[in-house]
């Protein structure tokens, strides 16, 4: 159980696109969700927190017009790259929780390369 | 809030040999410890938490943690390696009252035959 998908797993695009990445909680209801990025041989690195309908909590230093999130349902977040740049290039990883409960179940992560 | 020190950058192994993971954090509440392995372009997968309780916690694949409050540890241990368990591994903590996660930079293990 406890199962996270994320989509898609790898996107190549133009600088100047806005790519938009998928988490789904497929068996359980998760009233939040967080996004995170990972560079190269890093750690991870929180985004942002998203609660099932309410605005998204993101962490000092990122941009909230340039990575748009948005959990409308108990079973789907989505963050959305906007215009995005070569410096936007990373691995983003989302991860759920299911009801408030422990641990937080990761997705497969979107290896993201903009041109 | 909460920061995790992983003592070990790269940990290199044979195989079949037994691996321990240093973990220290720091946190002036309560907190909850995870660890996590990461496959290459892969997400995350939980190996072993602690929330509560006893402090020796068996997770998957063979996998065990003690919780040392005293030492602010929480090393990871493995008895018998083997090549699949080349990964990257993370440990994390979070406050007992709060969901978010804070990691380590990681420990990349590899395993030689």
């Known amino acids: 159980g406890a199962v996270v998908s994320q989509h898609p797993s790898r996107v190549i695009c133009k600088s100047g696109t806005s790519v938009k990445i998928e988490c789904r909680s497929l068996d359980f209801q998760a009233t939040t969700m967080f996004w995170y990025r990972q560079f190269p041989k890093q750690s991870l690195m929180l985004m942002a927190t998203?609660?099932?309908?309410?605005?998204?909590?993101?962490e000092q230093g990122v941009e909230k017009d340039k990575f748009l999130i948005n959990h409308a349902s108990l079973t789907l977040s989505t963050l959305t790259v906007t215009s995005a740049h070569p410096e936007d290039s990373s691995f983003y990883i989302c991860?759920?929780?299911?009801?408030?409960?422990?641990?937080?179940?990761f997705g497969d992560g979107t290896r993201l390369s903009i041109l | 809030a909460q920061s995790v020190t992983q003592l070990d950058s790269q940990v290199p192994v044979f195989e079949e040999a037994p691996v321990e993971l240093r973990c220290n954090y720091s946190s002036s509440v309560s907190v909850y410890l995870f660890w996590y392995v990461q496959y290459p372009n892969q997400g995350l997968q939980l190996l072993l938490k602690?929330?509560?309780?006893?402090?020796l916690v068996k997770g998957i694949n063979g996998f065990e943690a003690e919780f040392n409050k005293s030492q602010t540890s929480f090393h990871l241990r493995k008895p018998s390696v083997h090549i699949s368990d080349t990964a990257e591994y993370f440990c994390?903590?979070?406050?007992?009252?709060?969901?978010?996660?804070?990691f380590g930079a990681g420990t990349t293990v590899t395993v030689r035959a």
């Open positions: 991860s759920a929780l299911g009801q408030g409960n422990q641990p937080q179940h």
């Open positions: 998203s609660n099932e309908g309410s605005k998204a909590t993101y």
């Open positions: 994390a903590v979070s406050a007992s009252n709060d969901y978010k996660l804070s």
């Open positions: 602690y929330l509560s309780g006893s402090t």
